[in-house]
């Protein structure tokens, strides 16, 4: 079985300044997708990047990028100039190569970000 | 475009009523539907997966079940509610894939059930 580790339950930060969130995951498997995913109050789940395990690169998406250690099991999300808007729960979650199956995600249990104005 | 509606938004219930929680999905065919549900400050917990009609899978034993009456139609039950059972059920979709890339989940808006 996966899990999934959000390490700081909580993190604010001033708008403009950028600001990291912390993931880390164990699994005995080797091909697998990694996703941020974030809900702000409306409490709509909006993907915001994802990566794929047999890629060195790291993926990015305008303001956010990921620094994805495969061999430590790490997967940071970066936000840089942090909004307002950015406010909002955050979730690293994991996903098994599927072969045809429905393998659902296994989530963290989230950081909830402040960006202070 | 693909949308998925769930409803209701929110809901009150008691202890020992029963449960009904619809979710539909608009613009694809045969996708695989999910039913979450996040408790207050908890991650999001599979309950249970589609891969198509009348086909149900259950991650989680409880007294919750799961039905798919319609390629796009997955709906939550219960017979009698628990005050455990309060907390945020997400409805979501993903393209099934047989290949390498995997596309992720579509959550819907969510229902917030207070069993009371």
């Known amino acids: ?117 | 475009s693909q949308t998925i509606h769930q409803w209701p938004a929110t809901l009150v219930q008691p202890v020992g009523s029963p449960l009904s929680l619809e979710c539909t999905v608009e613009g694809t065919s045969n996708p695989n539907l999910y039913w979450y549900r996040q408790a207050a400050g908890r991650g999001l917990q599979l309950l249970f997966y589609s891969v198509g009609i009348g086909q149900i899978s259950s991650e989680v034993p409880q007294n919750l079940s799961a039905s798919r009456p319609q390629d796009r139609q997955f709906i939550l039950s219960s017979k009698k509610l628990l005050l455990s059972d309060s907390g945020f059920y997400l409805c979501a979709w993903s393209v099934p894939s047989k290949g390498y890339r995997n596309s992720p989940l579509h959550f819907g808006n969510g229902t917030r059930l207070t069993v009371t």
């Open chain 1, 1 to 117: 079985a996966q899990t999934v580790t959000q390490s700081q339950p909580e993190m604010s930060v001033q708008e403009a300044e950028t600001v990291t969130l912390s993931c880390t995951y164990d699994t005995s498997e080797n091909n697998y997708y990694l996703f941020w995913y974030k809900q702000p109050p409306s409490r709509q789940m909006i993907l915001v990047i994802r990566q794929e395990a047999y890629k060195q690169q790291n993926a990015t998406e305008n303001r956010f990028s990921v620094n994805f250690q495969k061999a430590a099991k790490s997967f940071s999300l970066k936000i840089s100039d942090s909004q307002l808007g950015d406010t909002a729960m955050y979730f690293c979650a994991f996903m098994k190569r599927s072969g045809g199956g429905a393998d659902g995600l296994t989530f963290g249990k989230g950081t909830h970000l402040i960006i202070q104005p």
